[in-house]
């Protein structure tokens, strides 16, 4: 059975993101958040960086799904199923991340895209696609995710640092920002945003009583075998489980939390080599 319809992959095509509501019920939400926020492993993994102005971004990444409740999410069909249609093939997990935007202290993302610090890790072609599964509420106040309608179309921009992070060439991006719609992708938790490498998105900081914590799980397809070796894998058949898994794994507290996170400080160089010579 299909997750999405033909008209919703055009619309894909055509605007660069598309969202899936609800695509996690609300016991399934409630537990991966319960599993986040009692994660003293993911807290103590977590990574800090500099957004440009004086404001922190805080995020935990790991590469591989694992056997948890995270892993259940990455790999159930209703996710996986949906990317391939919209890719058209085979994918693997290219890693998923946790972005941790805490209540009055979570800094802001610049406008980016994700091939603009991908292309680095030796990938061809921007065949990829994130998704983003609400948490908490993604809210305006809270500094929900912003994308430009169909941004993607544009290719790969020039990215610079911007603090610790890569951001888009500016003038490309406000240039953009005069022709294509912005979208505020307000989302309640379960809700999933499905989009783009290529798609320019952004987020402003989290200064309201609320967090805005978000998983964002991304996939490769198979043909797009990066050339080189970087922080994250190369091709890994991804095993699929069925839907039902998220629950029962979730509801186990000897399972739910399993996975291995990576040292972003140490081990990721896709923003720093930015500093060299123009891309």
């Known amino acids: 059975m299909s997750v999405f319809t033909s008209d919703q992959i055009a619309d894909f095509n055509r605007d660069g993101?598309?969202?899936?509501?609800?695509?996690?019920?609300?016991?399934?939400?409630?537990?991966?958040?319960?599993?986040?926020?009692?994660?003293?492993?993911?807290?103590?993994?977590?990574?800090?960086?500099?957004?440009?102005?004086?404001?922190?971004?805080?995020?935990?990444?790991?590469?591989?799904?694992?056997?948890?409740?995270?892993?259940?999410?990455?790999?159930?069909?209703?996710?996986?199923?949906?990317?391939?249609?919209?890719?058209?093939?085979?994918?693997?997990?290219?890693?998923?991340?946790?972005?941790?935007?805490?209540?009055?202290?979570?800094?802001?993302?610049?406008?980016?895209?994700?091939?603009?610090?991908?292309?680095?890790?030796?990938?061809?072609?921007?065949?990829?696609?994130?998704?983003?599964?609400?948490?908490?509420?993604?809210?305006?106040?809270?500094?929900?995710?912003?994308?430009?309608?169909?941004?993607?179309?544009?290719?790969?921009?020039k990215h610079i640092l911007s603090g610790e992070q890569a951001g888009a060439d500016m003038e490309r991006v406000d240039e953009a920002r005069k022709r294509l719609e912005t979208v505020h992708c307000e989302m309640a938790p379960g809700d999933a945003l499905y989009f783009h490498s290529n798609t320019l998105h952004y987020s402003a900081p989290n200064n309201s009583d609320h967090s805005r914590w978000a998983l964002i799980c991304c996939y490769n397809t198979r043909s797009n075998e990066p050339y080189k070796e970087s922080h994250h894998p190369g091709y890994t058949p991804l095993k699929k489980v069925e839907d039902e898994m998220v629950l029962e794994v979730g509801r186990d507290d000897m399972r739910r939390s399993n996975v291995e996170f990576v040292n972003l400080v140490e081990e990721d160089e896709s923003a720093a080599s930015l500093s060299g010579p123009e891309v």
Not at 59 to 79: E, F, K, Q, T
Not at 94 to 122: F, P, T
Request: proline share 1%; charged share 25%; glycine share 12%.
């Open 17 to 157: 993101y598309l969202f899936a509501r609800g695509l996690f019920s609300g016991e399934e939400t409630k537990l991966l958040r319960e599993t986040a926020r009692n994660d003293h492993a993911m807290d103590q993994a977590s990574s800090t960086m500099d957004d440009g102005k004086g404001n922190d971004v805080r995020l935990s990444l790991w590469n591989h799904p694992g056997d948890g409740i995270y892993g259940m999410v990455a790999r159930c069909r209703r996710l996986v199923d949906g990317v391939e249609e919209i890719l058209g093939e085979e994918v693997y997990h290219y890693h998923s991340k946790m972005i941790l935007k805490d209540a009055r202290v979570g800094g802001s993302w610049a406008w980016h895209q994700d091939y603009g610090y991908w292309y680095q890790n030796g990938l061809l072609f921007p065949d990829l696609v994130s998704v983003m599964i609400a948490v908490d509420s993604a809210t305006r106040e809270n500094g929900c995710l912003q994308v430009l309608r169909g941004s993607h179309r544009m290719g790969r921009i």
